[in-house]
Each structure stands twice: as structure tokens, then as C-alpha cells.
């Protein structure tokens, strides 16, 4: 699909796949909040867990002894999922003045008139000058994508991280108009630390502008740039909400990725392991 060549275009396939994914998972789980020296996740927020010590007058030490407490597995899903139930009455999207439409980057009214494989590669040749990452997505599949975001905007995604424990992601969708879809990404350490106010480290946004006379919809992402952060592993965030938002319940594999999607959002048994298992596979 259009959708897996914009995920694939960098070479994902092989770039992301992290080997014996699931054995990482299990041995960091209990690891992510560990604040220790070569710590990455620990050194990127180590001025905003001083500044949170300070707010409550308290040690960084006993900060992290808290979080790390509250990352064991019941206790953290029960998290996640109350901040779910939050998400099902309105989106936690941060609010600017304007949000970005189709028209501020081309001439719809031209666009419409070319044909989907010309659209796709004037897009992401627009885009290409910005170092952004683009792509278009079938209208049967941005539809289906859509229809489950309303459904279940918010989610949680994680990434093994090599000798350091593993990093919580949570992704949340908005919908600041009728042709705009917005994913945010952040790390779940940022949102405990700033909550509404967390600062994404990915946005993609969809524009559904031509979504009728071309039959596509299309994507623009953002994301930052540092040394905790790679491109592959923003391509495999954005692969494993293909997988999941998009996933085909007349399948095993589809029905036990949209029963996760069910089980987080409702508050039933949800396993953050079987999540991982799937963010492995190649398909």
C-alpha cells in the first residue's frame, strides 16, 4: 500500500528491525525509569527532574524511586488506561493559534487536477526541500485509519533501548478540522513530568483535502532530531500504527491487534508484551 512505501521509502525494513526484539522488551521492562549514569532517557530530562524537584521540594533521587515505582507493569497499564478513559471525551492535542492546512504548502485546486502517482511525487518533493518526511495514503485505508483514531485516540507504543531499560511512548490522535488528522508522539516519561503540556517528539498530520476527487490522502511529518531519537525509530512508531489502527479483523493477527486497541481504551487486561511482540514482525 501507499501507506507501507512511505514507512519502507527510507529503507525501514531492514534499518529498524531490532534482533530478538521481544527478549529486550521482557529483560528492560522494569528498567525504564532507571536513572543512572549513561542513561540516555535519564540525561535527556535530567534539567526537567531538577526542575520538578525543586517544584515539590524533593530529591531527583526520590523522584525517579517514584516513577520507577510506578512503571511496574499493573500499576503503569492502570496509568495508561485511566489516561485513555480521559482521552475518549477529548483529544489531548495542544493548542496553538493556527494549525497547518493543505493550502499552506500547495495549490489544492492545481493538485486536483493531476493524477495520484503525480500528487505523491510533487509532495514529497515539497517536502523533501524541508528534510520532512511524506507519503500519501489510499482512501480506503486512511478511512479505516481514521474511523479507529476517533474510536481510540490514544495508545501506547514501546522502544527497547540496548543496556538501558526500554522507553514508553504515547501516541495521541486530534482533529482540528474536517480534512486534518493529527498524531502526536511523546515519551510517557515527558508526559508524567509536563502532562497537557508534554512536548511531542513526532507529529504526523494527515490532510484529507483530497481525499474525494483524487482518492488520497496526504501525510506530513516532524519529528526531533537528537541523539535518543533516530529516524528509524520514528519509522517504527509510525509502522505500528499502521498495524494497528489498520488492522483487518477477518484475520487472528488483526482481531488480537484491535482487541488490544479495545482492551487499553476500556480498561480491561491489557498486555504491553503482546504489543512489543507485534512491533517485530515484518509482514
Not at 33 to 45: K, L
Not at 121 to 150: F, P
Amino acid at each position: 500500500m501507499i501507506y507501507s512505501r512511505f514507512v519502507s521509502a527510507l529503507g525501514f525494513r531492514n534499518a529498524c528491525r531490532t534482533n530478538n526484539f521481544q527478549r529486550c522488551f521482557l529483560r528492560c521492562y522494569s528498567q525504564e525509569f532507571q536513572g543512572s549514569a549513561g542513561n540516555n532517557v535519564y540525561e535527556r530530562y535530567q534539567e526537567k527532574l531538577n526542575q520538578k524537584a525543586k517544584q515539590q521540594n524533593t530529591p531527583v533521587e526520590k523522584l525517579v524511586q517514584n516513577a520507577r515505582k510506578s512503571s511496574a507493569p499493573k500499576e503503569a497499564i492502570s496509568e495508561f488506561q485511566e489516561l485513555a478513559k480521559k482521552s475518549s471525551e477529548k483529544p489531548q492535542v495542544k493548542k496553538v493559534k493556527k494549525f497547518p492546512e493543505l493550502s499552506d504548502f500547495i495549490d489544492i485546486g492545481k493538485f486536483q487536477d493531476l493524477p495520484a502517482s503525480a500528487i505523491e511525487k510533487l509532495w514529497r518533493a515539497r517536502n523533501l526541500q524541508e528534510n520532512i518526511l511524506s507519503g500519501c495514503v489510499e482512501k480506503s485505508t486512511y478511512e479505516r485509519m481514521i474511523s479507529r483514531a476517533k474510536k481510540y485516540p490514544l495508545f501506547v507504543l514501546p522502544l527497547p533501548r540496548e543496556n538501558q531499560g526500554m522507553e514508553t511512548h504515547l501516541i495521541q490522535w486530534g482533529f482540528p478540522g474536517n480534512n486534518t488528522a493529527h498524531l502526536i508522539i511523546t515519551t510517557l516519561l515527558e508526559y508524567k513530568l509536563k502532562n497537557a503540556y508534554a512536548t511531542p517528539h513526532t507529529v504526523l498530520i494527515h490532510f484529507a483535502d483530497l481525499l474525494e476527487s483524487n482518492g488520497i490522502a496526504l501525510m506530513r511529518c516532524q519529528f526531533e532530531h537528537d541523539k535518543s531519537l533516530s529516524s528509524s525509530d520514528v519509522q517504527l512508531l509510525l509502522l505500528t500504527v499502521q498495524k494497528f489502527y489498520n488492522a483487518s479483523p477477518d484475520s487472528a493477527l488483526g482481531k488480537e491487534r484491535l482487541s488490544l486497541l479495545e482492551n487499553f481504551a476500556s480498561g480491561k487486561d491489557f498486555n504491553l508484551y503482546k504489543v512489543a511482540g507485534h512491533m517485530d514482525m515484518l509482514e
